[in-house]
T-cell receptor
Framework: EAGVAQSPRYKIIEKRQSVAFWCNPI?????LYWYQQILGQGPKLLIQ????????DSQLPKDRFSAERLKGVDSTLKIQPAKLEDSAVYLC??????????????FGPGTRLTVL | AQKITQTQPGMFVQEKEAVTLDCTYD???????LFWYKQPSSGEMIFLIY??????QNATEGRYSLNFQKARKSANLVISASQLGDSAMYFC??????????????FGQGTELSVKP
């Protein structure tokens, strides 16, 4: 079974530029998550989708970050314009169900973003 | 509020020995799940093991076991017979059953494990 796919793996941009990340979840997984992991910290949820609807985006900086999940499958996360503090690893995860405390999330390889 | 605490920023272990990575948690929800993930230098978060709050027995997956002490709110990961490939960051995470949360994982700060030959 193929895992969660993400691209690109690495991205370097100048501040105030825009960037987009792509994620394809495990086939059949209804729920998709985007996490931000700043160096030296644990991941923090940015947004969660159930199929193509948003379940939780309370931690997403909506003035610069946006995300969509068209057709309930793959997803894109965009940052426009980027700031220095956006330098982080962006992890995409998927799980079979929505919520519940037993549902395991499986992560992709992440995109390492450096903002100069 | 939910919280995960990992008090060991870094740990060393000799190859083939066992090691315990500590994790304590805080939640007011009686229904919750505890997860451990491994993150090598490549960056991918690899799921290791899961323990549910109502599980009577400690979870085991190969060389990984979870020492679950509910009254103490601890969920320590035990790795037996350490291998060089076990060198990585290890994260403890929790999610509870509250629908409003949407099921997000709350992560600790992580413990960096180094296995010495």
């Amino acid at each position: 079974e193929a895992g969660v796919a993400q691209s690109p793996r690495y991205k370097i941009i100048e501040k105030r530029q825009s960037v987009a990340f792509w994620c394809n979840p495990i086939s059949g997984h209804a729920t998709l998550y985007w996490y931000q992991q700043i160096l030296g910290q644990g991941p923090k949820l940015l947004i969660q989708f159930q199929n193509n609807g948003v379940v939780d985006d309370s931690q997403l900086p909506k003035d610069r970050f946006s995300a969509e999940r068209l057709k309930g499958v793959d997803s894109t996360l965009k940052i426009q314009p980027a700031k220095l503090e956006d330098s982080a690893v962006y992890l995409c995860a998927s799980s079979l169900l929505l919520g519940g405390f037993t549902d395991t999330q499986y992560f992709g390889p992440g995109t390492r973003l450096t903002v100069l | 509020a939910q919280k995960i605490t990992q008090t060991q920023p870094g740990m060393f272990v000799q190859e083939k020995e066992a090691v315990t990575l500590d994790c304590t948690y805080d939640t007011s929800d009686p229904s919750y799940g505890l997860f451990w993930y491994k993150q090598p230098s490549s960056g991918e978060m690899i799921f290791l093991i899961y323990q549910g709050s109502y599980d009577q027995q400690n979870a085991t997956e190969g060389r990984y076991s979870l020492n679950f002490q509910k009254a103490r709110k601890s969920a320590n990961l035990v790795i037996s017979a350490s291998q060089l490939g076990d060198s990585a960051m290890y994260f403890c995470a929790m999610r509870d059953a509250s629908y409003n949360q949407g099921g997000k994982l709350i992560f600790g700060q992580g413990t960096e494990l180094s296995v010495k030959p």
